[in-house]
């Protein structure tokens, strides 16, 4: 769809300008230049976090003008920066320490003093956080993409004032313009986050000591996965979660169960139904009072740190949307229509700030489709097949719809079930925790929701999504063959159990 | 699938159709409608009232100009005379940038592009240095 690029509102102001005839005794003073004027782009996108730089980075390879206007600093946004890469970093190292310490001598490794170097810990998670975002900027510049550092906020519904990192001011002029500044962490009401006794995922990256005790508020994936971090450092960590079962929605509720039994196994205590009614930070200790969800005998909960991981809400404070008479919904999101429109057609939201999953594979999804939405007049999300990992071990993923979801549609379905115990990969790793479970329509057996709890079923999802947005039946999975011995084998088996018989097991 | 296709020609009573099917090379339809939808995620399902139908959400610039006013109407249909701002479209007045040599003043545009008068407290915080900002 080219039109929307054609004529652009400020050239046509400018060019007016132009046609005035100015008095002439200003004339000379026309020589001087205040540098702040901007060519005219293409596309000027806000935030270079996720959505932002994958859209950047594609309008780019479409040979579109493009600017991205980051203020971090840094490229790849809450991510890449404090997100999901340092914390799989903290993940991975935190679980082969974990592993050395109570999971080698039955494997016939004998280890001596094995010892935590935290620093050295984060430094090595700064490393691969570091090599990344320097990686995006490389593909920017290999993609013609302007990087610019500062603040953006609407002038105009075409002109974007920034702030520069360095110093000054800079009006950025757009025939498009893509909203994606992202979220930030919702805050606790009456907790006030000072990321050291009281901190987000942000601060949960970037602890200088191992706490004695930690108290998570939140049993989603976030809670879930920094909670696992300290409390393989070494943490007593509790987990207050005010719904009944953990993991936050869509993880079904028999995976969420076997991931409870092997949280707790691991030492990580849980509060479930449990609501935290206020906080004390005044004294050595953090207080947290804490009672049933439902109204109950009240409890004290003391911690050294307290996480609070309640979720993420929309960040779009400073945009100046009040300029161009933008407003976003009840919960803070920006609202759009299917193109990824807002009421002003050139300006487009992408990620975090507007609906659909916070995640940062929906967002690089989203920054592909919005680009070919402009450029080509057609893009594509599928927005019923977009999985979800929480990386503790074993991990859990899962993608389409959970049990409860489909049992509530009415649908007729087969559910097939195939457990790692029994696949011959996972019990040479001595790693045979979890289980392939996927959902099938009872009478046209095509797969509806797939869910996993087992080691790597964050890689193993791929299948499954793949399985959903082909529209693939259980027999279609069933039917193809999958290299032996591997962990896959058990989602063919899964598969196999949906429409007939499992054969090992 | 290669497994339904074998099992097809073995038994042509007993076949199963696969779900998979391949559609072949994914091409852009050449009509789209782009009239505003609602998001697949949205909670609600529906875009609020007025969503689309504004004057600032024409679908393209020439479309907005069709409605917009500015110092009376903006639109080629409205006022043909050459002499009124905006009775040309802008792609007819041609680029942008500004000719070799030829500048534009920042007096010349609207207040909100010019240099922000100084004030007092400004002018004092340079005079000394900046020692007076800790008043």
Not at chain 1, 152 to 164: M, P, R, Y
Not at chain 1, 268 to 288: C, N, P, R, W
Not at chain 2, 21 to 35: C, Y
Not at chain 2, 50 to 73: D, E, K, L, V, W
Request: charged share 20%; aromatic share 6%; hydrophobic share 35%.
């Amino acid at each position: 769809m080219l039109r929307s690029l054609q004529l652009p509102r400020a050239a046509t102001a400018r060019s007016a300008f132009k046609q005035s005839s100015l008095p002439s005794v200003i004339a000379p003073r026309l020589r001087r230049s205040y540098a702040t004027e901007s060519e005219e782009k293409d596309l000027v996108i806000i935030g270079g976090g996720v959505a932002g730089y994958v859209a950047a980075i594609k309008a780019g390879q479409e040979g579109l003008k493009v600017t991205c206007i980051e203020k971090r600093g840094t490229l790849g946004g809450t991510c890449l920066n404090v997100g999901c890469i340092p914390s799989k970093a903290l993940l991975n190292n935190s679980h082969l320490y974990h592993q050395i310490l109570h999971d080698t001598k039955n494997r016939g490794i004998e280890v001596g003093d094995v010892k935590i170097n935290l620093e050295q810990l984060m430094k090595s998670k700064d490393t691969a956080v570091s090599g990344l975002t320097k990686g995006v900027e490389f593909l920017f510049k290999k993609n013609n993409v302007e990087y610019i550092k500062g603040t953006a906020s609407f002038a105009g519904e075409h002109e974007i004032t920034v702030n520069l990192t360095e110093g000054g001011e800079k009006t950025v002029v757009g025939k498009n313009i893509i909203i994606a500044t992202g979220s930030e962490a919702t805050p606790f009401p009456g907790l006030e986050i000072d990321e050291k006794r009281i901190i987000t995922s942000t601060g949960a990256i970037a602890l200088t000591k191992v706490p004695e005790s930690m108290v998570v508020i939140g049993g989603g994936i976030i809670g879930l996965e920094m909670g696992s971090v300290w409390s393989r450092l070494g943490s007593k960590v509790t987990v207050v979660e005010f719904l009944g079962q953990i993991g936050g929605p869509g993880m079904d509720a028999e995976v969420a169960k076997a991931a409870q039994k092997v949280l707790k196994k691991q030492g990580i205590d849980f509060k479930l139904s449990t609501k935290v009614m206020g906080g004390d930070a005044s004294g050595e200790k953090v207080k947290l009072q804490v009672e049933a969800a439902k109204g109950g005998k009240e409890e004290t909960l003391d911690a050294d740190v307290v996480l609070v991981a309640i979720g993420r809400r929309p960040y779009t404070a400073g945009l100046g949307l009040e300029n161009i008479g933008l407003e976003t919904d009840d919960k803070g999101r920006l609202v759009i229509d299917s193109e990824y429109r807002t009421k002003i057609p050139h300006i487009r939201v992408i990620g975090d700030c507007t609906f659909g999953p916070m995640l940062a594979h929906k967002a690089e999804e989203e920054g592909v489709a919005v680009v070919e939405y402009i450029k080509k007049g057609y893009g594509h999300v599928n927005y019923g097949a977009i999985p979800s990992v929480m990386y503790t071990h074993p991990e859990v993923a899962w993608v389409g719809q959970n049990e409860q979801e489909v049992k509530a549609s009415g649908v007729k379905y087969k559910v097939g079930n195939f457990p790692f115990t029994a696949n011959s990969r996972a019990k040479t790793n001595l790693d045979t925790e979890g289980f392939v479970k996927i959902i099938a329509d009872a009478e046209t057996d095509r797969i509806l929701g797939v869910h996993i709890i087992g080691a790597s079923a964050g890689e193993l999802i791929a299948e499954g999504t793949l399985a959903i947005e082909y529209g693939a039946s259980s027999e279609d999975v069933g039917r193809t063959s999958h290299a032996h011995p591997t962990l896959s084998e058990a989602f063919k088996e899964a598969a196999m159990a949906t429409y007939g018989k499992a054969i090992h097991f | 699938m290669f497994a339904t296709k074998a099992l097809r020609q073995a038994s042509a009573g007993a076949e199963r159709a696969p779900m998979i099917k391949f559609l072949g090379k994914r091409t852009i339809p050449s009509s789209i409608d782009h009239a505003p939808h609602a998001h697949p995620a949205s909670p609600t399902h529906k875009l609020p009232e007025g969503f689309g139908s504004s004057s600032s959400s024409s679908t393209s610039f020439s479309s907005y100009r069709q409605t917009a006013q500015q110092h009376g109407p903006l639109g080629n249909s409205a006022g043909k005379s050459s002499g009124i701002l905006g009775a040309q479209s802008g792609h007819s007045l041609g680029p942008v940038t500004p000719a070799k040599g030829e500048y534009f003043d920042r007096s010349e545009l609207p207040e909100r592009f010019r240099r922000v008068p100084m004030s007092a407290w400004e002018m004092e915080v340079i005079d000394s240095g900046g020692a007076s900002l800790s008043d």
